[in-house]
C-alpha cells in the first residue's frame, strides 16, 4: 500500500505514488460511486463537482492501514480521524486555483486516489499545482487510475484541476494534526466567546493606545486577543500588559518566572489561531519553545489541546 512514494518539494511539498492499493482495494473504492444517493453538488464558478462522505462505508481496517502509511510518509503527528470523501467531476466541470490552508479545526494532510480507467489526455480532468494564484503551472499529476497524489495544507499549496470531458472519478482521504483537532476548535472558540476588549484592565489602557498609533491594526488586535486569553485564565494585569507586548512585537517576553513565560507564548499561539491558520512551522517554534517546562493547572485544558503528549 502507498509504496514507493515519490517526494517533490515544488511549487510545495508533495508525494505521488504511481500505484496507490491492490486491485481488490481500488474495485472496493470504485463501488462508491455507483450509489446516486446523498451526493453533495457545487455548481459554482469556482468550484464544479459532486461530494459524498464516504467514510462509513470503508472498512476500518483499511482506513487504520491508510493512516499508519500517512504517518510514515508524512512524518506528521496525525491523529486516529480519517474522513474519506469521493468526489465526481461530470464533463464541463472544472475546479479553480485555490489553497486549502488549514484554519482552525481543520485537516492538514491529504491523499487524492484517482480512479479513472483508460484515462487519455483529451480527458482532462489534470491536477495542476502552482506557487502563486498568479503563477505559470509548475507541475501537473495526470488523473491515471490507482495514482496517488498526497501533500501538507498550508498558505501556499495552491492547485487546481483542468476540465473534463469525461467523467472523472476520485476518493479524497482527510488527516488530521495531532495539534489541530476539531476538539481544539471548540475550545478556543469557546474560550474567545463574547470578546470585548474593553473588559481588559485599564492598566493596559496606554500600552495599547500607543500600539494602535504606530501598529497595524492586525498586529494590535492579535496581540489584544492574546492579552483577553491572559485574562481568561486568570492571570494579574503585569501578566497581561507583557502578553500584550509579546504578540504586538513590541517586548519579547524573557520573564524568568516559567509560568509567565509559558502562558504569554500560549496566549500569542491560541490569539493566533483564533485569527488566522494553523502553522506548522510556527506551532514547530511553540513546541521546542515550551519543551521541558511543567504544565501548570491553568493552562492545562488549553496546553494540553495545543501541546498534545
Avoid at 479553480?96 to 490552508?101: A, E, K, L, T
Wanted: glycine share 4%; net charge negative; hydrophobic share 45%.
Amino acid at each position: 500500500m502507498l509504496a514507493q512514494p515519490s517526494h517533490h518539494d515544488k511549487p510545495f511539498p508533495f508525494f505521488s505514488v504511481d500505484s496507490a492499493f491492490s486491485a481488490q482495494q481500488c474495485a472496493a473504492l470504485e463501488g462508491l460511486f455507483w450509489q446516486d444517493a446523498d451526493w453533495q453538488h457545487r455548481d459554482g464558478a469556482f468550484y464544479r463537482c459532486s461530494l459524498r462522505d464516504v467514510t462509513e462505508d470503508i472498512p476500518a481496517s483499511f482506513l487504520t492501514e491508510v493512516l499508519a502509511r500517512m504517518r510514515e510518509i508524512t512524518e506528521l503527528p496525525l491523529v486516529d480521524r480519517v474522513v474519506v470523501t469521493a468526489q465526481r467531476m461530470l464533463p464541463g466541470q472544472v475546479i479553480g486555483i485555490h489553497s486549502d490552508r488549514p484554519l482552525l479545526g481543520y485537516e492538514i494532510a491529504r491523499l487524492v486516489v484517482q480512479l479513472n480507467q483508460q484515462w487519455q489526455a483529451e480527458h482532462g480532468g489534470v491536477l495542476e499545482l502552482f506557487s502563486s494564484p498568479q503563477s505559470e503551472v509548475v507541475f501537473r499529476v495526470n488523473p491515471e487510475y490507482n495514482k496517488a497524489f498526497g501533500f501538507r495544507l498550508h498558505v501556499d499549496s495552491y492547485h487546481g484541476v483542468t476540465e473534463v470531458t469525461q467523467p472523472r472519478q476520485t476518493v479524497v482521504f482527510n488527516f488530521w494534526h495531532a495539534a489541530n483537532t476539531p476538539e481544539l476548535a471548540a475550545h478556543i472558540q469557546a474560550l474567545f466567546t463574547k470578546v470585548r476588549f474593553s473588559d481588559l484592565p485599564a492598566a493596559l489602557d496606554s500600552v495599547a493606545l500607543a500600539a494602535e498609533l504606530t501598529l497595524p491594526e492586525e498586529t494590535t488586535f492579535h496581540a489584544g486577543t492574546a492579552a483577553i486569553a491572559l485574562q481568561r485564565w486568570g492571570y494579574d494585569d503585569a501578566t497581561i500588559i507583557s502578553g500584550y507586548q509579546h504578540s504586538a512585537g513590541l517586548v519579547i517576553c524573557d520573564s524568568n518566572d516559567a509560568e509567565t513565560y509559558a502562558a504569554v507564548r500560549l496566549a500569542d499561539w491560541v490569539a493566533y489561531l483564533y485569527r488566522d491558520s494553523f502553522d506548522l512551522a510556527r506551532w514547530q517554534i511553540l513546541q521546542r519553545e515550551l519543551d521541558g517546562i511543567a504544565r501548570f493547572a491553568r493552562l492545562m485544558p488549553t496546553w494540553q489541546l495545543c501541546l498534545p503528549e
